[in-house]
Every structure is written in structure tokens, then in C-alpha cells.
């Protein structure tokens, strides 16, 4: 398998008399040297690790998010189960301290159609091979297939729980999740970083037990741990690194690039930062999709986000197809664990940063579009730029409950149709309410903070907007591009552009449509 760095990559096709390199575009755009380095797939250290930032060093953060998790399902189940006792505790936990403790808030779990498409469905049923359309099939967390020009390819595979007493699947129980067993010829697997709620040994030991040998794109420093599962054609990748590959019913063209995160590696606790940590883009040739799958990650920073726009960038610039009309973008985005952001920043991007994310790479590819002299202003990025959460609901993670991302959601959309006053006396009162924190409340300043930013964002895209138009113009985008496919869900590529502005997207839970945010 032939893979393409950074360093040999071509910005323009072959066709181009005088085609420029992606580390030419690192001169045009004036990056300092740290600026190069964040740029660049971190250099693997004299201790045999791969830091793609220093605070992900902090030992601390992983236990506390997990003593959380624990102490809220301990908690409630103290105010839920034991006779007499549950009276007390109820007292104590939810009426005296406020605390947040259900996982299902508004009883999805009572209605699990509302939590899955069925599978059996002529509509969600997984089909064979996909060959004249882009179909994405969310079967949970990180866990998508996506289906295109004759091929399989599948995203951090995690089928059942991530451990049965501490970390169970919070849907299993409803027994409609999809199995190893159902899929069909897998092609190609993904893999962002070796995290157990991404790579789990049992649903990759299936998937290998129906037959399928299928290619592993992992990356730096996972290849002898795959390979040891059973896998045989296993290839690392830094980030920025490429390969094309051949569709074996169609012979088209896909090429899957490896792109930044900010996260950390490891599976046993104590081999942290011992792999690189990574998202993909994918982007089949003849055709106008190019999805980005983020994995798991933090909130990229602005070189972070310019070098994945750089990759996203080159990709179109190499499709068979017409350039005047640029590619549909599917903004694959992980949203949370949202709380606490103390706890979670350093290696958890929030609902917030991943409903940002589209508009920030949509500057960063204007930026990298001027500099080639071909500028295509940020507008028309973001307009062929649709947000798809993923990384949420299957397992629970610190307070966050099922469909948290939505919740938020609705509230970004509440805030945004105030007025400055009556917003900033939101911000205060969440400010306020940081002031005093306690377990399990749910501090929103995130929130407030990332509709700032929003604002200001959309500012540098539409320049002569006044206020109030941007407010609209934000809402018009985020409720039109941004989805919350259900489990078991598939759509196509169209469906996910379908929503004109003004018309609220209809993918996402029936338990969250029409719900009116509480603003307390």
C-alpha cells in the first residue's frame, strides 16, 4: 500500500504545469515555527510517545472523569432501587442538592423507538454494496459505515459494552443495536486512536471470524497491536498522510487522508501517548462528497483547524470532477462528554466546539483558498458544509445524558433569538451559577461563551450583516445543517443538504423535537 506525506503532496492535479506541494503552502501561509509544529504530526519523543498537547499530559483528568461517571450511577441508583432507603437518598441527592442524576431525562429509555431506526426496515436495513450514492449508517458512538462506489468502510468499531459492570452500552439492553454478524464484507476499518470505546478486541475479533480480511488504516504506533488481533494488510499514518485506494466492484478511486486531534492514546492506564491519536477525511474521486470523521478529540486550535482545512483542500482539488462546484462536506463531529469542562477541555471538545467547527474550518478554507490564488470566500465553504454529531448516547460518560448535544442545541438556538440584554443577563446568571458548583449541576457558561463566539465568527463571514441579521443567519445555519441521526440510522449524502434555510433539519430525536429549552 503506497502512502503520500505531506512533504510530496500535491496541491493541484498532475494536469497543473507547475503543481505546488502541501509544504509549499506552509511557506505562502507565514507560519511561525511553533505554529509549524502544531501543524505538523507531533515527532515522536525520546520516550516513545506521541503528545499532541501538553495539557493531555495531566494525569488526573481520566480518573476524575471516571469517579464521576461511577459516583452518578452509585448515586442513583441509591435514589431509584433499594426499599425505603431510595426515599432518603431521593431526599438528599435530587430535592436538597440538585443534583442531575438520570441518564434517560426524558424517558427515551421507555420509548426506544425514538432511540433507534429499525434495522429491518427497507429504508435502514444495511444493504450489501453501494454503488451509485454515499450512504452514512450511524450504528452508535464513533461506530459509522459508510458505504460508497462499491465500497465498505467502517469507523472505530465498538459493538456491546466497553465493560459490564463500569461501563455498560446504555442501549443493549433494548437489543436492537446492530451486530458484527450483520454487517456485511467490511473493505476498509478506520481507527482514530486505540481508546476501548473506539477499538474493542471482541467486535474486531468478529468481524474477522465471518471471513473478512479487511484493510486497517491505523494510526503511528498501533500497527503490531491489530496485527496482533489477526488483522494481516495493517498500515500506520501520521497525520496529513495519504492513500488512494481502488473500489473492488466499481475500480473508483477513494482517497482517506489522517488529520489532526488533540487526544491521547492508550488502552491499559498506564501506556498513555504510545500511539498517535488522529481523525480521517475520506473522499472518493468521482464524486463530490468528502466527509471528515473527527474521532475523538479537543477543540482543535486555529492551526489545527487551518492544517485539517489544508487536507480537505487538496482532496478537492484532486476529485474528477467539475472544481466549480465545491464538494458537499460532512463535518463528522464528536460532541462531549460535555461536563465538567475543567475535567473534559484538555481532551474533549463540547457540543459547542463541534457546532463552531463548520464555521471555523469554513474561514480557514477561504484563508488556504486566497493564499493559492484562487480565493472562494468562507460563505460558500459553510454552505457546502453540513455538521453530523456522532460520539454520543450509546455509553454514559460524567453527567452528560442521553441526548445532551441536542440539549444544548436547543438552548444555542434559544439564546440566539434574544437580544444582546436579554442575553447578557443569561450569561451572568450561568456565570453566577459557576460561582457555586456542585455535583452534578450542569454548568452551561460553555454555552454562552460558544454563542459569543458564533456571533463573532459569523461576523468575519457575513461582514455587513447587522446584529440582528446574524442572529438570524446563525439560527437559519445551525438549524438547517446541524443532525442528530438516531441509532441504526443511514442516510445519504443529499438527505443531509436537504433542509433549505429556514427549515429546521428533521434528523434528529422525536423526544427533543419542538422541546422548549428550560433557561434555568
Not at 463552531?356 to 458544509?385: G, H
Not at 443567519?473 to 445551525?478: D, E, P, R, V
Request: charged fraction near 30%; hydrophobic fraction near 35%.
Amino acid at each position: 500500500m503506497r502512502t503520500t506525506k505531506i512533504s510530496t503532496r500535491k496541491l493541484h492535479k498532475k494536469a497543473d504545469s507547475n503543481p505546488a506541494t502541501l509544504m509549499d503552502m506552509l511557506t505562502r501561509l507565514n507560519l511561525t515555527d511553533s505554529q509549524k509544529t502544531e501543524f505538523l504530526s507531533p515527532v515522536r519523543r525520546s520516550d516513545k510517545r506521541y503528545v499532541t498537547s501538553e495539557s493531555n499530559l495531566d494525569t488526573k483528568i481520566d480518573p476524575r472523569i471516571f469517579r464521576e461517571t461511577q459516583v452518578k450511577r452509585l448515586f442513583r441508583w441509591l435514589a431509584n432501587k433499594p426499599p425505603v432507603a431510595k426515599i432518603f437518598f431521593n431526599w438528599l441527592f435530587v430535592k436538597t442538592f440538585k443534583m442531575k442524576l438520570d441518564y434517560f431525562s426524558e424517558n427515551e429509555d421507555k420509548k426506544p423507538d425514538t432511540i433507534f431506526k429499525d434495522k429491518t426496515s427497507d429504508e435502514h436495513k444495511i444493504e450489501e454494496r453501494v454503488t451509485d450514492d454515499f450512504k452514512i449508517h450511524n450504528l452508535g458512538h464513533a461506530t459509522q459505515l459508510i458505504q460508497t462506489e462499491g465500497m465498505n468502510i467502517l469507523t472505530d468499531p465498538v459493538f456491546g459494552n466497553l465493560a459490564p459492570i463500569v461501563y455498560p452500552s446504555m442501549t443493549k439492553s433494548f437489543k436492537k443495536d446492530i451486530r458484527p454478524n450483520e454487517l456485511p464484507p467490511i473493505d476498509v476499518i478506520l481507527i482514530s486512536h486505540n481508546h476501548r470505546d473506539h477499538v474493542d478486541e471482541k467486535s474486531l475479533k468478529d468481524i474477522i471470524k465471518k471471513g473478512h480480511q479487511p484493510t486497517l488504516l491505523v494510526p503511528m504506533g498501533d500497527a503490531a497491536y491489530f496485527k496482533g488481533l489477526g488483522f494481516k494488510t495493517v498500515q500506520e499514518f501520521e497525520w496529513h498522510e495519504e492513500v488512494t485506494l481502488r473500489s473492488p466492484t466499481t475500480n473508483n478511486q477513494i482517497t482517506i487522508c489522517n488529520v489532526p486531534a488533540d487526544h491521547r492514546s492508550g488502552r491499559k492506564g498506564y501506556d498513555s501517548h504510545k500511539s498517535l491519536v488522529s481523525g480521517w477525511v475520506i473522499s472518493p474521486k468521482s464524486r463530490k462528497e468528502i466527509v471528515y470523521f473527527a474521532g475523538d478529540t479537543a477543540r482543535l486550535n486555529d492551526t489545527r483547524i487551518l492544517s485539517l482545512a489544508l487536507d480537505v483542500y487538496s482532496l478537492y482539488q484532486h476529485k474528477k470532477i467539475d472544481l466549480a462546484a465545491l464538494p458537499q462536506i460532512i463535518n463528522m463531529n464528536p460532541g462531549g462528554p460535555n461536563y465538567t469542562r475543567k475535567d473534559m477541555r484538555p481532551t474533549h471538545q463540547s457540543a459547542m466546539d463541534s457546532l463552531t467547527s463548520a464555521f471555523r474550518l469554513a474561514l480557514a478554507l477561504e484563508e488556504i483558498s486566497r493564499k493559492d490564488n484562487q480565493p472562494i470566500s468562507a460563505e460558500k465553504w459553510l454552505k457546502a458544509t453540513a455538521t453530523v454529531f456522532m460520539h454520543h448516547n450509546r455509553f454514559e460518560l460524567g453527567p452528560d445524558r442521553f441526548n445532551e448535544n441536542m440539549f444544548i442545541y436547543n438552548r444555542v438556538c434559544s439564546y440566539l433569538k434574544m437580544d444582546d440584554d436579554e442575553f447578557a443577563r443569561h450569561h451572568r446568571k450561568q456565570s453566577d451559577k459557576d460561582a457555586n458548583w456542585s455535583l452534578f449541576k450542569r454548568r452551561k457558561t460553555f454555552i454562552t461563551r460558544g454563542v459569543s463566539e458564533l456571533r463573532y465568527l459569523a461576523s468575519s463571514i457575513w461582514h455587513e450583516a447587522s446584529p440582528s441579521e446574524i442572529n438570524d443567519k446563525l439560527l437559519s445555519f445551525i438549524q438547517s445543517r446541524t443532525h442528530f441521526p438516531l441509532i441504526n440510522e443511514k442516510l445519504t449524502a443529499q438527505q443531509f443538504f436537504q433542509f433549505g434555510n429556514g427549515i429546521s433539519s428533521m434528523i434528529k430525536p422525536e423526544t427533543t423535537k419542538g422541546h422548549k429549552p428550560k433557561l434555568r
